[in-house]
């Protein structure tokens, strides 16, 4: 006979499906450390532990996942997502720059090599607990909403795929098996990308039917709801109506948008921006992971924090981005009449910029960050200069300082991460509705039009930007839309996507990973640009990554390689 068994840790049950034959002897024994398919089945609590537990992976690679296993995205992790763009460079590379300098391969694609693998291992085991869910003892209202969260896992997997790799294949409520015969070409036939997303869209519809609209009672904070299955069609079909996908409409993205605006339940956080990433949950949270003592993610502060107090660096935020934040007037620095101090460069600018970026002079635990030389105790000059910043900055935006830096193991790690907040919503309903009717227009059943919606977020407590002006044409709009996600959602894990989807990565990645040398002078300080990381590169097949050439060969070579990777 064959028997199956979820492997199980606490509430937390796996995905590993192990089939063995077994006769009945003394050898028949089930393992203490797995539970079989059918205690699974029958036993509503051990399958309910397995459904939450889809919300994450397991370890792919190396430094993922340090304290805990990894979410739907690498997070919180020692190397950001954010240092594979114009945003930071991760400063002990940790194979990141690789992807940094064009040179990721189907072999070798550094830290970016664990999606395929882990989006189809989590689409089997949504599809496992699919396939078992009709027969869990439970009421039929609690089993329609483990379907809808089971739907929205799946379909958030095969969005990962989607704009990562284009289009894929489609498993519909295919359970393979191990000793499966795997030459069956369905297994590895790729979709197109309107396929993909037809797809994806149509699981997203079924599952905020079925999904409850508020976190209470059994359904806690970090469960799918209503407004997470919204949210994340928002974001697909935003991306399907970008140049690079082409496989969508901006209408049907603005209405997505507008969809997540209508519940009427989210508000822009006014309790500062700096605090929106420090607190757990906020009135603009959609979907978000939380963490706790015993269940910590990667320390942050040690991570990231500047070389004087023990810090490792981390994720150091490029001359690229910091140039970016315009004035606190609304202008740019490059604008003759913006105010901005070459000599005092730091000064009134965008509020969010402090909060996000630590630089020369920035007040942290109770002293003023020192990146200038001679001398600076968070420059080359200062303690373990191994850790200092290679740009001359470091990240504040999620750090909390009364974490500690110092061994601050079991006593750190805490902070939310957020998949899904209003400000993206708006911020996408912006470039949607733009697109389609133009920045001033409000589209029929909308709340906002274009430009109000940006003016919302400029305007937030903590934020107080003014209104955007010079500001009256489609493409000047489109270009302050982009601005503002640049700078609102910065570190979020959006930048990689975003100058893909909108076809400018091979500008932006092309452009050199700059930084700053500050030298400290009698009067005052210098600031010259350097560059941070060099060999920075962006080709055309870039704009996808490569499948790695694992998964090719395991499929005999029916699975189709993107363009530009096969040589």
Known sequence: ??????????AL????????????????IQPTDRIATSALQSDSTVFEAYVTNRYIGTQLTNKEGDGTPPGFGRGFEYAMWSSLTDESIY??????????????????????????????????????ALSLLPNVPMSALHRNRIEGELKFVRAFRYFDLIRNYGGIVLMGDRVTQLGENFQDPALFKRSTIKESIDYVTAQ???????????????????????????ALKSRLLLYAASPLYAAGTWEAAANAAQAVIGLNKYNLYSGGYG??????????????????????????????????????????????????????NGKAITDPTSGFNANDP????????????????????????ETFIPGGRDSRDGSENWNTSKTGYYLKKFINETYPIQNPWGNAGFQTWTYFRLSEILLNFAEAANEAYGPDVVPPGATYSARTAVNAIRARAGVNMPA????????????????????????????????????IADVTENKPAMGV?????????????????????FQTRHYWLPIPRAEIQASSNQLQQNSGYNN
């Open 468 to 503: 955007l002006a010079n500001v009256s044409s489609k493409d000047q709009m489109r270009d302050a839309i982009r601005h503002e996600r640049r700078i609102e959602l910065a570190f979020e894990e959006h930048r990689f996507y975003d100058v893909r989807r909108w076809r």
């Open 517 to 537: 040398t500050i030298t400290k002078t009698g009067t005052g300080f210098t600031f010259a640009p350097k560059v941070a990381l060099d060999g920075r590169n």
């Open 13 to 28: 049950v796996s995905a590993t499906l192990l089939f063995s034959a077994c006769k009945k002897d003394y050898l028949d």
């Open 91 to 128: 400063n002990n590379d940790d194979d990141t720059w690789l992807i940094q300098r064009g040179q990721l391969s189907p072999d070798n694609l550094g830290i970016a090599n664990v999606f395929w693998g882990r989006g189809y291992r989590g689409i089997r085991e949504c599809n496992f």
């Open 346 to 369: 730091y000064a009134n600018r965008d509020p969010r910029f402090a909060a996000t970026i630590f630089y020369n002079g920035a007040q942290y635990r109770g002293r003023a960050i």
């Open 204 to 230: 997203l519809d079924d599952a905020s039917a079925k999904l409850p609209l508020n976190n209470d009672g059994t359904w806690i904070n970090g469960r799918a709801t209503k407004g997470a299955a919204l």
């Open 1 to 10: 006979m064959k028997i199956r068994y979820i492997k199980y840790w606490g």
């Open 275 to 328: 605090n929106m990433f420090l607190v757990n949950e906020t009135s603009e949270t959609i979907f978000a992971r939380y963490y706790t003592r015993d269940a910590g993610h990667v320390h942050l502060e040690i991570a990231n924090g500047p070389n004087g107090y023990g810090g490792w660096a981390g994720n150091s935020p490029l001359q690229n981005l910091v140039d970016d934040y315009e004035m606190s």
